[in-house]
């Protein structure tokens, strides 16, 4: 970390996130419910104090179930019967219409006499007051809004092509704005896209597949003129036909990584910019790196190294002995774009393999635990094992791991959930961890897990199926971007408050 010249010679604050929205994907049949979780809450008071920050309501079953307006769902499905089995998306800001109305209200020494008051109003949903007098100077103005984009690609029945985005300040109202766009309209074959990122004015499509398999062009479109107009498309196979089936990608300073989806022997690095989206070969590079790390990885960043995240060597092994899920990490330094590292994390512990994504925090990487094996005779294949990796001594020294099956959870009943198993992917706010929940071995699950990252303990549970049992199956989590005052600090150390059944102010 301490030779990064950000970390080094620049001061910044990082804002935690208030809200994590949940990519709907499969819960027994392709869903299309978003849900958006608030994660700042205070909790209840209540005679015994709790003695962690709660992330779930104590008077529900098993103390776990989501409190009051903490979960606010969209099913995207019953806006278009296609809308649904959804597996990424990103957030980004753009330009939205404010109106900016004056209308009259009781005066507080007399309210015989009206006095003016000004309200700014999302021009979309605006409704004139009963009490209207006019608008302000100007009458309207443009504000940057947060907008949450997800990403199609297989809905059960076909290929999809049809890029979703809500308006995030609309998301909790009755009637929330979500727009789309149809990059198929263009090109037939621009569908099945496996994942998303954005960079400065523009989001990008990665290709992953369609009807006619593995395909290879890249779509990107501005992030403030959401038509088929700003769309570009490039088309990777015009330069190799290998650069096909991407699983992920990210960027680094001025250039994007894509990660191949199967049998990677290779990872394609290209320059992005304002310019019209294009390749050269000048500015095109491959990394070839061992082909028996893994068949699927997901890569992201810590400083100047990307880590590769195991899954899988092979899809079916020749028998149920054999076991396909791989635990070997690579770390690549993206200075030199050549220097490759291996650390095997079953030399640890046999059930550290098969991850789905995974985040950073700190000095430290963690990996989101999937699967570990392709049959277990004694209960689930599914993993519950989270890894933890130290980017300051890449080796086994520097591997622990938290098994969240086993843990006892911070909550009230504490007692451990084997539910907490085969996750899809994870985010961070503030200190605490999120993990999104997918299908648990048994059932899919809608079970949220959330850490302590600063102590790799403190393990609690959100029950989404509290709210609705459908709301299980999710493919990724996306955080909000927004940078607002949150109603609990999601940085420091928790205070026990003193318990009472009188009003009173928390103290954080």
Known sequence: MNDSTLVVSNEYQIFPSKYVYLVPNFNGEYHGRVARIELDLKGKKRPRPARFLEFSDYETPNGIGPYDGQVNVIDMSTLDLVFKGFYGGFTAFSKATFVNETYLVPAADDPKYSTTEWRVALKAQYTPSTTHSGFGSPAELERDVEYLYLVPFYNGTIYASKVLRVLALTFASTTPIVETLDVGSLDKSLKGFGSSFSDGSFGYLVPRENESGLFGKLVRFRIDNFTTASVEVLNLTAIDPRYVGFSSAFTYGAYAYMVVLILLEYILIFAVSAELLQVQKSRLLLLFVDIMLVEMLTPFEVTHFAYFIPYMRVKEPDSQELNPYSGLVG??????????????????????????????????????????????????????????????????????????????????????????????????????????????????????????????????????????????????????????????????????????????????
């Open 331 to 508: 770390r690549v330094d993206l200075r030199d774009f050549s220097s490759v590292q291996y650390l095997n994390l079953t030399a640890i512990d046999s059930g550290l393999r098969g991850f789905m994504k995974g985040f950073a925090y700190r000095q430290y990487v963690f990996l989101v635990p999937h699967r570990s094996s392709f049959y277990d005779p004694m209960g689930p294949a599914q993993s519950g094992k989270v890894a933890r990796i130290d980017t300051r001594d890449f080796s086994l020294n520097g591997v622990s791991f938290l098994d969240l099956t086993a843990a006892l959870r911070s909550q009230v009943p504490d007692f451990a959930d084997t539910d907490l198993r085969g996750f899809n992917g994870g985010v961070v706010s503030g200190k605490y961890g999120f993990f999104v929940p997918y299908f648990n071995g048994a059932t899919f699950s809608g079970k949220v897990c959330r850490i302590n990252l600063d102590k790799f303990d403190e393990v609690q549970t959100l029950d989404l199926t509290q709210l609705d049992s459908k709301l299980r199956g999710f493919a990724d989590g996306i955080l909000s971007r927004v940078e607002e005052t949150l109603e609990a600090n999601l940085f420091d150390e928790f205070q026990i408050r003193l318990g009472t059944t009188d009003p009173y102010d928390y103290h954080y």
